[in-house]
């Protein structure tokens, strides 16, 4: 309310100017009207009637009397102005995010306290509602103020649609307005609401969210991406449901063979790229085999495909094509293990899994902004640093998703500030805002989703590189960090401090686990004891983490505080471009300290464990070896006893806490706000594709 009470203001003061400039002229009703400029708030279309100004981007529509002009305004938050005839009397039109949960009435008088207040003398003369001509109820305050030039009377007309708030304010001097009083009301009961388009939708046809842009190709492609990939356009054999079930996807059924180690996929017949095409259990294997391919460079590709017969040896350069895979018919595809592995259907949800099409990934460098993919989304427009428009695939083989159009504004401002003007539908909520969403009297506290996240923040010491190489300087490191205090320091007391590795809803979690406690002087006489001596022996240290030039973010600051208080060394940072971040990390560019944390990407505890901290996996970027943690992992990894698999885990999770090849500092919990017209979200600890289990109900 201050920024738009400040433009008021300013507007304020252009109308005095102006009444000034008008009375000083002597002008008067009866003068002939200026040329009209033609211009409109936005611009005219022939399908506008005459006199007619409309943004379907804001969702209204005015019409201007008859001999009256109208020009654009000077900011997006003033999108039209009116004027008179002989331009006595000038009418803006503002639109502006309703931040605040009021009423027309409590609005305009809001307004009008603030926007007179400098005004000596004023009187009220109406104050009542106003119906417009599509039956939405505005609010109008006529006022008038004495002045040395005479008297200035101003309208106020405030009116609301969805998340939005339109102003019409309408000045000049009294003679004058009241001479175009008719004239005035007919302006203001044009003025018709609706829901907003966005880039031409319909708003009540588009989910909209809010995203960034990554300037590495690699992130886009499946074979390659960090992320949880776009699980919009693309799609694998199998994926999660919202209950995190897993359901057949591309494949259409499956069968195990007795000894655990052969999967037969069938496909399904209905399945088809987004040009058409049928898919085939050849472009399962083009997909995979192109993700193990040296030539791609995937970092994922052994991580998540490397249980298949043959995959290893592809990714090492050693074969030309995956011995495990082999196409039976276009429908039916044979996968062969290496061991039963009761997780390796769900390592298949991850996006080094998912099918793309050749012709598509061969077409040229840029094939990823326009993908042919099979998932229920068509990416149909991408604006670099703007927007990526997504439209439903009606021929999507499990049938096509409610919502017609998902946009993702790109770099479009601060998520909560978005959803509480209605621009996005849902966003993450900061640990600073989390008091206040759930807090009881807020009014976003009926909207806000929350749970326990299936990850896991950690400081990966470089083992190789010394003082790493020392598990005592590991674990002094680890003694002299306080968990509690930096979550309270930097997360605003949002999150639970990591006692171990794995996040407590993941499977294998152990609640009796006690973890390292803080404990700086013992970490002094570890530090002591190790083979450097001391602060003064150890050799210079570096942080690499996430930034842009000499910036140290506050997070990595605070850790670097507190060991170089704590243990009386000194820590330089080094910043690595975000988006290559992990590129880089990948190919071993980076200090002896990193800042990292992982996600689950399917619910167990293999996906933690085996993939961070087995020998030679590539996620493992502290070259951390153990054999015996090895063999531990290796008998869990095949072990179809449930809870004596669990057990094996969480003696894994011991041994590396023993160890000391990471920090492990916290858990997060996630706040999610999510408008009440977005049908059936759950906020799930795993990213799936929960776009095409929502609808959109009645705003």
């Known amino acids: 309310m201050k920024t738009q009470t400040r433009l008021l203001h300013f507007l304020l003061a252009a109308a005095f100017l102006l009444f000034a400039c008008q009375t000083t002229r002597g002008l008067t009703p009866t003068e002939a009207p200026p040329t009209s400029t033609g211009l409109g708030a936005a611009t005219p279309t022939a399908n506008l009637p005459p006199n007619t100004v409309a943004d379907p981007e804001l969702g209204f529509t005015i019409t201007y ?84 030039r005479g008297a200035l009377k101003v309208s106020f007309m405030v009116a609301f649609f969805g998340a939005r708030e339109f102003l019409l304010l309408t000045f000049g001097p009294s003679q004058a307005y009241d001479y175009y009083a008719n004239d005035i009301r007919t302006l203001q009961t044009s003025l018709r609401l609706e829901l907003p388009s966005l880039y031409g939708i319909p708003r009540d046809q588009a989910l909209v969210l809010t995203g960034s842009e990554s300037t590495n190709p690699r992130e886009y492609d499946p074979a390659t991406t960090h992320s949880a990939g776009d699980k919009l356009a693309f799609s694998g054999l199998v994926s999660f449901d919202p209950n995190l079930n897993l359901v057949p996807e591309l494949a259409e059924s499956w069968e195990v063979s007795p000894d655990g180690t052969v999967y037969t996929f069938h496909l399904r017949p209905n399945a088809r790229f987004h040009d058409g095409r049928p898919v085939t259990a050849r472009d399962v294997v083009y997909s995979w085999e192109r993700a193990a391919s040296p030539a791609t460079a995937s970092d994922t590709a052994l991580t998540y495909l490397g249980d298949i017969v043959g995959v290893d040896d592809m990714v090492n350069g050693q074969a030309d094509h995956i011995a495990g895979l082999r196409v039976i018919d276009d429908l039916t595809l044979q996968v062969t293990i290496e061991a039963p592995l009761p997780y390796f259907l769900m390592k298949l949800t991850y996006p080094t899994a998912f099918v793309v099409d050749e012709a598509n990934v061969t077409s040229g460098p840029d094939w990823y902004r326009t993908p042919n993919g099979t998932g229920p989304y068509r990416l149909t427009r991408w604006d670099s640093f703007e927007v990526m428009i997504y439209e439903r695939n009606l021929d999507f083989y499990l049938g096509p998703p409610a919502i017609p159009y998902v946009v993702v504004q790109l770099y479009s401002g601060v998520g909560i500030r978005l959803y509480e003007a209605g621009a996005i539908d849902i966003t993450g909520v900061s640990p600073y805002d989390v008091a206040r969403v759930t807090d009881p009297n807020d009014r976003l506290s009926a909207e806000v989703h929350s749970n326990v996240s299936l990850c896991t923040s950690y400081v990966v010491f470089d083992v ?236």
């Open 464 to 699: 190789s590189r010394p003082p790493f190489d020392d598990g005592l300087v590991r674990r002094a490191f680890v003694l002299a960090f306080d968990r509690q205090k930096y979550i309270e320091v930097v997360y605003n007391g949002v999150g639970l401090p990591a006692r171990g590795l794995y996040p407590p809803a993941l499977p294998g979690h152990n609640t009796d686990l006690q973890g390292p406690a803080y404990d700086p002087a013992e970490a002094r006489r570890l530090l002591a004891r190790s083979r450097y001596g001391g602060p003064a022996g150890l050799p210079p240290i570096v942080f690499t983490t996430a930034g842009y030039g000499s910036d140290t973010n506050a997070s990595v600051a605070a850790m670097i505080q507190m060991w170089e208080q704590n243990l009386g060394i000194s820590i330089t940072v080094e910043n690595l471009e975000p988006d290559r971040y992990y590129d880089l990390l990948y190919t071993g560019q980076h200090g002896q300290l990193i800042s990292t944390g992982w996600c689950a990407d399917y619910p167990d505890p293999e996906n933690f464990a085996d993939v961070l901290f087995r020998t030679g996996m590539p996620q493992n970027l502290g070259h951390y070896s153990n054999p015996d943690l090895d063999a531990l992992l290796d008998e869990a990894r095949i072990e179809r006893d449930v809870n004596r698999r669990m057990q094996l885990y969480q003696q894994a999770e011991q041994m590396i806490l023993e160890d000391a090849p990471a920090l492990f500092i916290l858990h997060d919990i996630d706040y999610t706000l999510v408008k009440p017209y977005v049908e059936g979200y759950v906020l799930t600890p795993i990213d799936i594709p929960l776009e095409r289990y929502l609808s959109l109900g009645s705003r």
């Open 65 to 148: 009397p008859p001999g009256w002009t109208s020009q654009p305004g000077e900011s997006a938050e003033n999108p039209a102005i009116f004027l008179s005839p002989d331009q006595s009397i000038q009418t803006t039109l503002y639109s502006f995010p309703l931040i605040a949960d009021t009423t027309p009435a409590a609005e305009a008088r809001l307004i009008v306290a603030q926007v007179m207040a400098d005004f000596e003398t004023v009187e009220t003369l109406r104050d009542e509602p106003l119906l417009l001509n599509d039956g939405n109820q505005g609010w109008e305050i006529v006022v008038v103020a004495e002045t040395d």
